[in-house]
């Protein structure tokens, strides 16, 4: 009898894995090179990190970094900085190579500043010097009657300084120097509250008692002065002593006060300055105050120096 043919396997029957669907092994077109794709952008890598727009440059736009370029020049002794002002409204500042028309301009270390074609140096650290200013200089940069200033009689190696506040002609003493605006600035404020004193030498024999309208405050040609303390020390001779304290320098302030109670001061010598004493300083001497000194008594932190550039260094090959 004849054999029937096997049968052939049920479809029906578990194979033990899923029927695979129908794909297209080319797979979708790939973009071209440049083009667009998700998480990307065009001219940057397929399906990389977005390409950063080019950072503008200071001439482009002011950076909310840094400091302001007229600061940094005054603070690297190229002028002070109304003059750094002026350089720049005449076209004479670059910054990375571009010239600047505005001083509202913020630049870092990492900015290339030349005034005059010439670049100028890194900023020095923040200082502050006592100077014992005589009688007959004037406490200005320029004399439009040509008297001699405080900057002609300055040491020759002192780099270029400004003054805190002023001193008049005929006064001397005790004159805060610094290379730094920011401090000058801070110096100078009334808000800091800090109490001036100077020995005063008026002509007469006055008595305690009148200088009771100084101590309260007294109001000359519609301008009000602060309550001054004063303190009668001696009579010498056709002369008197006394010390005077006050929290602001108005021009000529003192002499205009006791002017107003009937005295006429013939020498006036500013002993201190906040906590900045005159000592024993001699006229004409200049002395520096102690770095640590000036942040403690001022508030201020440390500056830190720069990142000293990587040096590449190169192995000697060694001898076969």
């Known amino acids: 009898m004849a054999r029937k043919p096997p049968s052939p396997p049920s479809d029906s029957r578990p194979s033990g894995r899923k029927p695979a669907a129908a794909t297209d092994r080319k797979g979708p077109p790939r973009p071209a090179k440049g083009s667009s794709k998700p998480g990307g952008k065009p001219g940057g890598k397929p399906g990389g990190r977005p390409a950063r727009p080019p950072a503008p440059t200071p001439a482009e736009g002011a950076s909310p970094d840094g400091d302001r370029i007229a600061k940094v020049m005054a603070r690297a002794g190229v002028a002070s900085r109304r003059d750094a002002e002026k350089m720049i409204a005449e076209g004479r500042v670059r910054v990375n190579g571009k010239p600047i028309a505005s001083p509202a301009l913020n630049v870092t270390a990492r900015d290339k500043v030349e005034v005059d074609g010439k670049a100028i140096s890194a900023p020095e650290p923040a200082r502050l010097w006592l100077y014992h200013k005589p009688s007959g200089l004037v406490t200005t940069t320029r004399d439009e009657q040509g008297r001699r200033t405080i900057f002609d009689a300055l040491p020759e190696d002192l780099p270029r300084v400004m003054t805190v506040g002023r001193l008049d002609l005929n006064s001397e003493g005790l004159l805060l120097l610094t290379n730094d605006g920011g401090i000058k600035r801070r110096l100078e404020l009334p808000s800091t509250g800090w109490l001036r004193r100077y020995r005063v030498r008026v002509k007469g024999a006055p008595k305690d008692e009148d200088f009771a309208a100084l101590r309260e405050g007294i109001t000359l040609d519609g301008e009000t002065f602060q309550p001054m303390q004063v303190t009668l020390d001696r009579q010498q001779g056709a002369n008197a002593w006394a010390t005077v304290g006050l929290r602001e320098g108005k021009n000529r302030e003192i002499r205009r006060a006791m002017e107003a109670v009937g005295l006429s001061v ?39 120096p720069p990142p000293a550039k990587p040096v590449r260094r190169v192995r000697k090959p060694r001898n076969s």
């Not at 004493?277 to 830190?304: C, H, N, S, W, Y």
Request: aromatic letters at 6%; a neutral charge; zero cysteines.
């Open 266 to 304: 013939n020498r006036l010598i500013r002993i201190s300055y906040g906590p900045f004493q005159l000592g024993q300083l001699k006229a004409g001497e200049v002395e520096e105050v102690r770095p640590k000194i000036m942040r403690d008594q001022l508030g201020l932190e440390a500056e830190t």
